[in-house]
Structures are given as C-alpha cells and as structure tokens.
C-alpha cells in the first residue's frame, strides 16, 4: 500500500512571505501521480497543483510550485508571497496511473498566514 | 468548468431514517468517487464508479448504498446510520480517459449529523 507523510501538522507563515510544506510518499511504482490540494474553513477540496511521476521538472502554478524529488520519494509544496486566503488545511496525495484507483491522502497541515 | 455539485449541503437525521445524497457533473467524467472525511482527518475512499461499474471499499458498511443511475449523476443512499457516520461527504470525479487526464475534482459535501 502506498503512504503519504506530512510531518508537519501545523506552519504558520507571515502575508508575503514563502513557506513550504513538506511530503514524503512510499511506493514501488514508477508511474503515479502526485497532488496538493487545499480545503478552507469551508471544507471544498481545491486542487493546488498535480505532478505526473514521469515529468522531471517540477510544477508550478503562480505563486505555487513543487520540489519533486522522484529518488527521494519527496514532494513539497512552496508557496510564495503569501496571502491571507492561503490559510487553509493542504493535503498531499497520490494516485497510481492506473485507472480504478483512488486518492491517498496524507494526514494534512494545517496552514495559518498572519499580518 | 469544473463544478461538481452536492445537495444537500446539510442534513441532520435519525439512525431509523433512510435518506439520500446526490452528487452531479458535466464535464463528461468518467468516474466518480464517494469520501467521507472526519472533522480535521483526511478524506477517505468510500467507493468509485468507472465507466458506470462499481468498485468497493469492503470496509464500508451496508448501511451506505451507492448508485450510479448514469456517467453524470452518483447517489449515495443511507439507511440506518450510526452517530459514528457524522462526517463531510465529499464526491469527486475524474475523466478517467486517458493517463494525463487523472485530476479528481471534488464537490463542495454533503455534512451530515446522525441523531
């Protein structure tokens, strides 16, 4: 089975400022998927940003991009100039390429952005 | 667009109630999933229809009946509940067609209180 690790329950970052939160996953498979997504106060999952295992540069969506280290089974999340709406539980996740299967979530970390 | 859509968006019921959630796209998704997530846990698979075939977590109990009437609509039927089944029902779907193509997009849920 796999497993998703987020070591960090909670970050607390400062409105402007760059934070990342780390993952680390297991697997024995060479094709996957990986994702964070982000759930505010009102509990809609948002997808923050997906990497294909296969693609060696990492993902990068505004003020969000990815460090995917592929032998080190790693996969953090940077987010630069922070906003006060980032705050929000942000959950990785992976997905085998196969089809059927679901997402496996890591545990979350709980983002707090402060003035 | 990538709206996926969930009524109701509350419901309180007694553990003798039979209710039903209802989860809708058109986005010509292909598969769709059921999670239910626990206050400040992450969400867990429930079941997933690809392609209009069900497959099953066997850990979920059959008091939770899902039915998947056609490729944009899952429901999810409830029938004798336990207070323990309070939780954030999350639907989501993918399209399921080809590999680049894995995203699950998620509802906003269902939150449920059993009495």
């Known amino acids: 089975a796999q497993t998703v690790t987020q070591s960090q329950p909670e970050m607390s970052v400062q409105e402007a400022e760059t934070v990342t939160l780390s993952c680390t996953y297991d697997t024995s498979e060479s094709d996957y998927y990986l994702f964070w997504y982000k759930q505010p106060p009102s509990r809609q999952m948002i997808l923050v940003i997906r990497?294909?295992?296969?693609?060696?540069q990492n993902a990068t969506e505004n003020r969000f991009s990815v460090n995917f280290q592929k032998a080190a089974k790693s996969f953090s999340l940077k987010i630069s100039d922070s906003q006060l709406g980032d705050a929000a539980m942000y959950f990785c996740?992976?997905?085998?390429?196969?089809?059927?299967?679901?997402?496996?979530f890591g545990k979350g970390t709980s983002l707090l952005v402060t003035p | 667009d990538t709206e996926v859509t969930q009524t109701p968006k509350h419901l309180v019921m007694g553990m003798t109630n039979k209710k039903s959630l209802k989860c809708e796209q058109h986005m010509g998704h292909r598969a769709m999933y059921w999670y239910k997530q626990k206050a400040k846990k992450p969400p867990e698979l429930m079941f997933v229809y690809s392609y209009e075939k069900l497959s099953i977590n066997e850990s979920v109990p059959s008091r939770f009946s899902p039915e998947c009437p056609n490729s944009s609509l899952l429901n999810l039927h409830l029938h004798a509940l336990q207070p323990e089944d309070s939780a954030l029902y999350l639907c989501?779907?993918?399209?399921?067609?080809?590999?680049?193509?894995?995203?699950?997009?998620f509802g906003p849920g269902t939150r449920l209180l059993v009495l």
């Open positions: 996740a992976y997905r085998r390429s196969n089809s059927g299967y679901a997402l496996n």
């Open positions: 989501a779907s993918s399209l399921r067609q080809t590999v680049t193509q894995e995203t699950q997009y």
């Open positions: 990497q294909e295992a296969y693609k060696q």
